[in-house]
């Protein structure tokens, strides 16, 4: 059995496609784009899978070292993979109420 059909049928946090605990698609399971790079599947880790799913297969598993970090978004704090290492927001929307905040914030200390 290789590593995403242990995923998709032994993971508890797995379901259609989405990891539970992240409230992401599953980066075991599909490749995904990481600052700009595309990254197949086998290149991802996931602590929970390496720790409770396949502990016995983790030495068969290639990869170069590489961890991908996620992050809680400041506005709405749902975890996203940053495409950069200053990303603090997990959209444009996001984004727009951050902006929005700080902008009341300056004009009201101005008034």
Partial sequence: ???????????????????????????????FEYRGKEFPCEEAECSYFDKFVAPGIQEDIETDGTVYSYRECGICEKQFKP??????YC?????????????????????
Avoid: F, H, W
Wanted: charged share 35%.
């Fill in 83 to 88: 495409k950069s290492s200053v990303s603090k």
């Fill in 1 to 31: 059995m290789n590593r995403r059909q242990l995923v998709r049928n032994k993971c508890a946090n797995y379901k259609e496609g989405m990891c539970l605990l992240r409230d992401i698609e599953c980066p075991l399971v599909t490749s």
């Fill in 91 to 111: 959209s444009d929307r996001c984004k727009k109420v951050a902006r929005r905040r700080t902008n009341n914030k300056y004009y009201m200390n101005n008034k």
